[in-house]
């Protein structure tokens, strides 16, 4: 029996959050300034691990919207909302793993909705530096890899990430890097080989609007 973490990531990602915003707000009460909104957009550098899949890195987009919940000038949480889109390209060792299934097209596109809850801290103001969990819902893969025996995609719909990374904050332009790295199995077939989505985001955020939630003391 196949023993995966996907069926668990909403309910672990729903409780992480649901720390993180008791603990900052219960924390920072007093403290807490104001919430920034705005739009990024970038690249990502996400290969998929695993013996059916090349090592190739091929680059996908990310595009969405985050906020900064400034609970004090060093310490912020930054929520996220995404859309990724992960493109990798299978080996010729796919086919031997699981033979039968509809291999029309060895490039695998997948477009997932995803929902970062980073805490971010601020040694300087132009230095973010970023950790947190990421829950991604798989919307669409692509129609070239099925999985004959149940006619579905081969991926898991649901992942888990940790991500960790920096972000230059200058004015109202946001300059980032990060490394995702999926703790979930993204196979969706069975266990004959595990899948692990990591690699690397770069993306350019800018600034749309500015709430003051309370005035500094």
Do not use: C
């Not at 477009?111 to 991604?136: C, D, H, M, R």
Request: aromatic residues 10%.
């Amino acid at each position: 029996m196949k023993f995966s973490m996907n069926k668990f990531a909403l309910p672990l990602a729903s409780i992480a959050l649901s720390l993180m915003l008791v603990t900052f707000t219960t924390a920072n009460a007093d403290a807490q300034e104001s919430l920034q909104l705005g739009v990024k957009g970038g690249v990502n550098l996400i290969k998929v691990s695993g013996r059916s899949f090349n090592t190739k890195v091929q680059p996908g987009a990310v595009a969405g919207f985050y906020g900064e919940l400034n609970f004090s000038k060093k310490w912020v949480l930054q929520p996220e909302l995404i859309w990724n889109q992960v493109v990798t390209q299978t080996s010729e060792e796919f086919g031997q793993i699981y033979p039968g299934n509809g291999l029309i097209t060895s490039q695998a596109i997948n477009n997932y909705i995803a929902l970062p809850i980073l805490v971010a801290f601020k040694p300087t103001p132009e230095l973010s530096i970023l950790a947190g969990p990421q829950y991604g819902y798989l919307v669409n893969q692509t129609q070239g890899l099925w999985h004959t025996d149940q006619n579905k995609g081969i991926f898991a719909k649901n992942d888990l990430a940790v991500v960790i990374g920096g972000q230059l904050n200058l004015g109202k332009i946001k300059i980032g890097a990060r490394y995702v790295w999926n703790i979930t199995d993204a196979n969706g077939i069975n266990n004959s080989d595990q899948w692990r989505e990591h690699g690397f985001q770069a993306y350019l955020g800018y600034q749309i609007k500015d709430i003051r939630l309370k005035k500094k003391k």
